[in-house]
């Protein structure tokens, strides 16, 4: 069958009715919504049947429901009666609001990192919406009650509560997914009545880059702690992968961070390459001394060490500053003592650029160019190195 309707058409489509083919209909609102609705003929009569919003249910999937239910009709199956079956049997089981979300937690665990085993991606949820909104049917939830539940920190824990309000619109469409009949709106309602968030993003405190040497140099304890915040600060990578580096990660003097475990790991399948000078080969090879099943700077009990292993340390020190400053401290260093490019001072830190003609055209990681820059990182935090305008083109 030829199809009509493109996915840019759904998006930009003006107001009206638009039919696909074979019984499948787009109806377009103003105010730039819309739903699918599929116009079968059922045991000889002409019956229409709702497939699920434009923002929730995309063409293919649109497609792929019409083919199925069409299917239905062909053989003598009442998809519209059936679908109303299976919704009573949602409502004589649990439907609650925490077994669907545990329900969509499971679902997206492969997106995850570590598929989800910390816990990150459902916590909002459980500090803040299920202790009061956990028992109540899925399709009870409304806009009044998520307004309700996160108004206490809608604006002091903004980041928070926008995390929540997201993983419940996800939950929503979750169930929605399962056939169950709910208020798929009710999160941007929610938004509108709560308003505009008031909360001020402050930036995570960096040390200068002329100060780093000094607080690298004091980091002289083969501890995990220490071994940890020195290779943190000669690579500038996150805490994550820090935290999670494995054996089999270490290829000479590169180092392959696995695609999940950078930042923003969805729908990336490119690992990251990360250039090792000699300084941090040297911290690679004191941490083997704690290798437990691979992993390089393992927990004294299980596992890695936590997220706060090393801010606590800062913090016990008395310094405002946090680790992951140290990657504001190192691109500062970049842009000011040497002269390295724009594109590979941002792929250093592994940042995307910008203009997205200039990522689709990109095919290099810049390893010399970096490896380069790292190494007079190196040489620059363990003072084999005066501070001086570094050429590295």
């Known amino acids: 069958m030829k199809y009509k309707l493109s996915s840019n058409f759904v998006k930009t489509a003006p107001p009206g009715k638009y039919c696909d083919g074979a019984g499948l209909w787009l109806l377009k609102r ?144 979750h169930a929605e997914a399962m056939g169950i009949n709910v208020n798929i709106n009710a999160t941007r309602k929610a938004r509108i009545l709560l308003g505009k968030q008031n909360h001020i993003v402050k930036n995570i405190p960096a040390m200068p880059w002329s100060e780093v040497p000094a607080f690298y140099q004091s980091l002289d304890e083969l501890t995990v702690t220490h071994l940890a ?23 000479g003097d590169i180092w392959i961070i696995p695609a999940e475990n950078m930042k923003g790991a969805k729908g990336k399948t490119k690992n990251f390459r990360v250039p090792l000078s000699t300084e941090a080969l040297k911290v690679i090879n004191d941490a083997r001394a704690f290798e437990r099943d691979g992993y390089l700077f393992s927990a004294v009990r299980k596992g890695v060490i936590s997220d706060a292993t090393m801010s606590r340390h800062m913090q016990r020190r008395g310094m405002v500053e946090r680790p992951h400053g140290f990657r504001s401290s190192l691109r500062t260093w970049i842009a000011e003592a040497t002269d390295a490019p724009y594109e590979v001072a941002e792929e250093v830190l592994a940042h995307s650029i910008d203009n997205k003609v200039a990522r689709a055209y990109k095919r290099t990681d810049y390893i010399e160019m970096r490896r380069t820059i790292m190494d007079y990182w190196a040489e620059f935090l363990t003072g084999t190195k005066q501070t001086q305008i570094i050429r590295i083109r």
């Open 30 to 173: 103003k105010d730039g919504g819309g739903q699918w609705v599929l116009r079968l003929t059922i045991q000889g009569k002409r019956r229409e049947m709702g497939l699920g919003g434009i923002n929730f249910v995309s063409l293919k999937e649109a497609r792929e429901k019409a083919d199925k239910y069409r299917a239905s009709a062909r053989g003598n199956i009442d998809p519209i009666s059936e679908r109303e079956k299976q919704r009573r049997t949602f409502s004589q089981s649990d439907i609650s609001l925490e077994t669907i979300a545990l329900s969509a937690f499971e679902a997206r665990k492969a997106e995850l990192k570590g598929d989800g085993k910390n816990g990150g991606w459902f916590s909002p949820l459980k500090l803040h919406v299920l202790p009061k909104l956990g028992k109540i049917a899925v399709d009870e939830i409304d806009s009044t009650l998520i307004k309700n539940t996160l108004s206490p920190i809608w604006h002091k824990k903004a980041d928070t509560a926008r995390k929540a309000m997201n993983r419940l619109n996800i939950v929503l469409s």
């Open 229 to 251: 915040l020195r290779l943190l600060i000669l690579t500038g990578v996150r805490s994550h992968p820090i935290r999670f580096i494995h054996e089999d990660e270490i290829e």
